[in-house]
């Protein structure tokens, strides 16, 4: 069974950071793409970053480009988020996914049960 | 920047159809994934390119892509049908996904 766990959720003040992770079990962790979505509450789903299989290529929403950085660490089958510079739009439930190939144009199957960012002070 | 517009509510009674559309520009070019989401919890993949369904998707979910507009079919209504849903591409334009709007369907 394919299973996705986020952690490293919590609150934090305007202009610091978090790292996000999540520990994958169940698939070829290596073989796919994997993807970061948030949800800011009572809002929809919003694209934050991709990483390809390989780890070589990664592509950001324009909301986070240059603050944030998706990594991948393939021997402990785990995605991370780097968030800096952190301001209160950044509010939201981040999910991990699990994209459908290792390259691009994929859909996200299945998803994480998230984790709660809350940047105030 | 690539933009998906879908109706924000739509209201259904139990063993109707609901179709929940899903506008972009050339959208039918492109291949449309589909994501339920129900209070509480994560999304979950209901129709992938354009019309296919995941291994334990009811067949009542159904799906078309053609010129400006996506849909999504839900046919037999049933209460537990009830969330929101939110349709997904890839813009290759942008390298960036793109996710719509999003439609809260009530089932009456």
């Known amino acids: 069974e394919v299973q996705l766990l986020e952690s490293g959720g919590g609150l934090v003040q305007p202009g610091g950071s978090l790292r996000l992770s999540c520990a994958v079990s169940g698939f070829t962790f290596s073989s796919y793409a994997m993807s970061w979505v948030r949800q800011a509450p009572g809002k929809g789903l919003e694209w934050v970053s991709t990483?390809?299989?390989?780890?070589?290529?990664?592509n950001y929403a324009d909301s986070v480009e240059g603050r944030f950085t998706i990594s991948r660490d393939d021997s402990k089958n785990t995605l991370y988020l780097q968030m800096n510079s952190l301001t209160a739009e950044d509010t939201a439930i981040y999910y991990c996914?699990?994209?459908?190939?290792?390259?691009?144009?994929?859909?996200?199957?299945?998803w994480g049960q998230g984790t709660l960012v809350t940047v105030s002070s | 920047s690539y933009v998906l517009t879908q109706p924000p509510s739509l209201s259904v009674a139990p063993g109707q159809t609901a179709r929940i559309t899903c506008g972009g520009n050339n959208i039918g070019s492109k291949s449309v994934h589909w994501y339920q989401q129900k209070p509480g919890q994560a999304p979950v993949l209901v129709v992938y390119n354009d019309g296919d369904r995941p291994s334990g998707i009811p067949e009542r979910f159904s799906g078309s892509n053609s010129g400006n507009t996506a849909t999504l079919t839900i046919s037999r209504v049933e209460a537990g049908d009830e969330a929101d849903y939110y349709c997904?591409?890839?813009?290759?334009?942008?390298?960036?996904?793109?996710f719509g709007t999003g439609t809260k369907v009530t089932v009456l």
């Open positions: 996914a699990k994209e459908s190939s290792a390259y691009e144009a994929n859909w996200f199957d299945p």
């Open positions: 997904q591409v890839w813009d290759r334009s942008s390298d960036h996904y793109v």
């Open positions: 990483i390809s299989g390989s780890g070589k290529t990664t």
